[in-house]
């Protein structure tokens, strides 16, 4: 079991960067499976990002490929998620999860180790 905390939050304006950081405490950490997760307002817990437990491979969703970037620092147990052009529907929620699978996945019953998310909202 890992625990996970988001930070880095907030509010931007259209077209800005944020950075979102997920650290984790416990044992293993570099032989999860970390992701993005983010739920709009009405809406459903989507996936957005994963990186296997060394980084090697990144999967994404098709609408922040070439946005948002994924990437892990297993010596600082911390995950990120740089978001490049953000756009208003970027607007949501955002938990990081954590994966005993040795590879990359988008699906969300496959991640068991949940933080409690961070709101970004992507003013027009």
């Known amino acids: 079991q890992v625990q996970l905390a988001e930070s880095g939050g907030g509010l931007v304006q259209a077209g800005g960067s944020l950075r979102l950081s997920c650290a984790a405490s416990?044992?293993?950490?570099?032989?999860?499976?970390l992701a993005w997760f983010r739920q709009a307002p009405g809406k459903e817990r989507e996936f957005v990002a994963a990186?296997?437990?060394?980084?090697?491979?990144?999967i994404y969703k098709d609408a922040v490929e070439g946005r948002f970037t994924i990437s892990r620092d297993n010596a600082k147990n911390t995950v990120y998620l740089q978001k490049n052009s953000l756009k208003p529907e970027d607007t949501a929620v955002y938990y990081c999860a954590a994966s005993r699978l040795s590879v990359a996945v988008t699906t969300q019953s496959r991640y068991d180790n949940w933080g409690q998310g961070t709101q970004v909202t992507v003013s027009s």
């Open positions: 990186t296997k437990w060394n980084g090697g491979s990144t």
């Open positions: 416990g044992r293993s950490f570099n032989l999860y499976t």
